[in-house]
């Protein structure tokens, strides 16, 4: 049964400083993986999705690797802002084609502070 | 603009009165599913649909009903809500698997209180 983690899960930082989150998986059966934001009590928020066969995705300030034979992804911010302040959620997409189902990790809830 | 639109938003109930969530998704997307969310649990898929008249159980599909009736529309019925069922509600979709894009949408949420 695949499972997702996420470490840290909380980061609070000051301004400026470039991050990374960590997301690790148990099957490295998988057919992609997307990494969401979340702001308390909103919707998710897609920002990047990086298929099985790619080992990087990249959006201005946000790059995302995948290492699939060590089950692991991570997310990297470049100098964090307040405003990139939210919880952080991974998720894998098996590859099965019999199904539809994300599996979300546990989330890294991150306060950048002025 | 490509979006996820569920209604409502905030949504307080009695227990036992039947309620209905709708979403709706504007990029023709084969696939489609409700999530809730709960603190400590995490997102949990309650069904989902991989086509029109295609719908199937997911991990948390007790007190829930679907349908999928046309592409874009994947509602949500809670026949006989108890307050167990209070949560964030998620409604996602995405293409089918194979497509060269299959990145997953979702919607604002709608915030289910049951009292």
């Known amino acids: 049964k695949q499972e997702v983690t996420q470490i840290p899960a909380a980061l609070s930082v000051p301004e400026g400083e470039n991050l990374v989150l960590n997301c690790s998986f148990t099957d490295s059966a998988i057919y992609n993986l997307q990494w969401f934001r979340q702001d308390p009590g909103k919707g998710l928020t897609s920002l990047l999705l990086?298929?099985?066969?790619?080992r990087e995705q990249t959006s201005g300030r946000l790059n995302a690797s995948l290492d699939k034979s060590s089950g692991r992804s991570t997310l990297y911010i470049a100098a964090s802002q307040p405003g990139d302040s939210a919880t952080y959620l991974c998720?894998?997409?098996?590859?099965?084609?019999?199904?539809?189902?994300?599996?979300f990790g546990t989330g890294t809830r991150l306060q950048v502070f002025p | 603009e490509a979006q996820v639109t569920q209604n409502p938003r905030y949504l307080i109930t009695v227990t036992g009165k039947k309620l209905t969530v709708t979403c709706s998704q504007n990029m023709n997307h084969e696939y489609m599913s409700w999530y809730r969310q709960d603190p400590g649990l995490g997102l949990r898929q309650i069904y989902y649909s991989m086509n029109v008249e295609v719908t199937d159980k997911g991990d948390v599909p007790e007190g829930y009903k679907v349908s999928r009736k046309e592409k874009r529309n994947f509602p949500l019925i809670l026949e006989s809500p108890s307050p167990n069922q209070t949560s964030l509600y998620f409604c996602?979709?995405?293409?089918?698997?194979?497509?060269?894009?299959?990145?997953?949408?979702f919607g604002q949420g709608t915030r289910l209180t049951v009292v």
């Open positions: 990086i298929q099985s066969s790619q």
């Open positions: 996602a979709s995405r293409a089918r698997q194979g497509r060269s894009n299959t990145e997953a949408f």
């Open positions: 998720a894998v997409i098996p590859p099965s084609y019999n199904t539809d189902k994300l599996i």
